[in-house]
């Protein structure tokens, strides 16, 4: 079965919005999406590289890495499930093949602020972000052809109509200003 890309939804960010787990935060707060700037050694480093290939989200590096970066594919993951083990070098393969996009990880037993803030309930979960919108999120271990789907699919989105799309939502929202 072939995945689909999921209703758009803003990424929380700025201080404390993964910790407080805020889902709708206003469009003001998204910041511009600009290219990852990982050509310097010591930066890789302070923002949690894991490989060559992927970057290790934490609670303290998530706004930096997916506020700067305008597409990131996060694998929301664990060391104990063999699901995870199983995907993980499906993903590491995707990432060396695109290496215009950010690929990063969530260890979910490390990092469960961000696990409760996306509220994921399976692992693996794979979640796309474009300019601060998460795009698609699917629980489940993608086979290669899948995921490179998911990943077409994704850069093929109207980015001015998904940002459309969710403004109309937050103005249709209970408690919104529209």
Known sequence: MRPAISPPRPVPTGRGAVLSGARNTPAHRFVTAREPHWTDRDERKRVGRMSGSTVELTKDNFDEVVSGSGFVLIDFWAEWCGPCRQFAPVFERAAEKHEDL??????????????????IRSIPTLMI????????AQPGALPAAALEDV??????????EVRASVAAAGAQAPGSDG
Do not use: G, H, S, W
């Not at 969530?106 to 803030?117: G, K, M, R, S, Y």
């Not at 972000?129 to 698609?136: H, K, L, P, T």
């Open 129 to 136: 972000v474009r300019d601060n919108i998460a795009v698609f």
């Open 102 to 119: 950010v690929f990063a990880k969530v260890d979910t037993e490390a990092q469960p602020e961000l696990a409760a803030a996306f509220e």
């Open 151 to 160: 990943i077409a699919q994704a850069r093929a989105l109207d980015m001015d």
